[in-house]
T-cell receptor, first 113, second 113 residues
Framework: NAGVTQTPKFQVLKTGQSMTLQCAQDMNHEYMSWYRQDPGMGLRLIHYSVGAGITDQGEVPNGYNVSRSTTEDFPLRLLSAAPSQTSVYFC????????????FGSGTRLTVV | GENVEQHPSTLSVQEGDSAVIKCTYS??????FPWYKQELGKGPQLIIDIRSNVGEKKDQRIAVTLNKTAKHFSLHITETQPEDSAVYFCAASRDQAGTALIFGKGTTLSVSS
């Protein structure tokens, strides 16, 4: 049982490049979310999903796309990276009806130059 | 949408003292309020949570109180230890399972021995 696995752990992109941040969970959780963490800003919700085939926007969705084709995976896509997207990205998952909080991954540190 | 304010942003205490972190929220429909602890280089980890039908919850040295009328909730840590040093985040959600959690900006707690 690996929990929530994020890859890569570190990434440097040039402005305009595209990439996908991977997130996978092996707990059969229905709910998955992506957050970005910036100094002094806390954790801000980018996109979330309540099940396969269902996604919704969070607080800061612009510049990011998501899809949820399987229960296990919830990739986050940056189509044209910008320096403002330099951040630490966290993926989290939870079970519908759970009486406990989200399980977070260990994060991906992304730098856009 | 929901807005969560968290105070103070930094808190320094002596070992053995108590620490209190306060949060206010704006959405009266929010009914789930978790607290997360984040250590350096790691993802946030749930330490305690409370639901709207409960006014107070305690787990050993940690307690959370909720005032739905005033729309604020607080984290209380008693007998602080150096290992309590971390960043603490409060969050709020309309969903009891915690879908689409909105976080405060965090409190950096330093416990000196």
């Amino acid at each position: 049982n690996a929990g929530v696995t994020q890859t890569p752990k570190f990434q440097v992109l040039k402005t305009g490049q595209s990439m996908t941040l991977q997130c996978a969970q092996d707990m059969n959780h229905e709910y998955m979310s992506w957050y970005r963490q910036d100094p002094g800003m806390g954790l801000r919700l980018i996109h979330y999903s309540v099940g396969a085939g269902i996604t919704d926007q969070g607080e800061v969705p612009n510049g990011y796309n998501v899809s949820r084709s399987t229960t296990e995976d919830f990739p986050l896509r940056l189509l044209s990276a910008a320096p403002s997207q330099t951040s630490v990205y966290f993926c989290a998952s939870n079970h519908r009806g759970a009486n406990y909080g989200y399980t977070f991954g260990s994060g991906t540190r992304l730098t856009v130059v | 949408g929901e807005n969560v304010e968290q105070h103070p942003s930094t808190l320094s205490v002596q070992e053995g003292d108590s620490a209190v972190i306060k949060c206010t929220y704006s959405d009266s429909a929010s009914n789930y309020f978790p607290w997360y602890k984040q250590e350096l280089g790691k993802g946030p980890q749930l330490i305690i949570d409370i639901r709207s039908n409960v006014g107070e919850k305690k787990d050993q040295r940690i307690a959370v109180t909720l005032n739905k009328t005033a729309k604020h909730f607080s984290l209380h840590i008693t007998e602080t230890q150096p290992e309590d040093s971390a960043v603490y985040f409060c969050a709020a959600s309309r969903d009891q399972a915690g879908t689409a959690l909105i976080f405060g900006k965090g409190t950096t707690l330093s416990v000196s021995s």
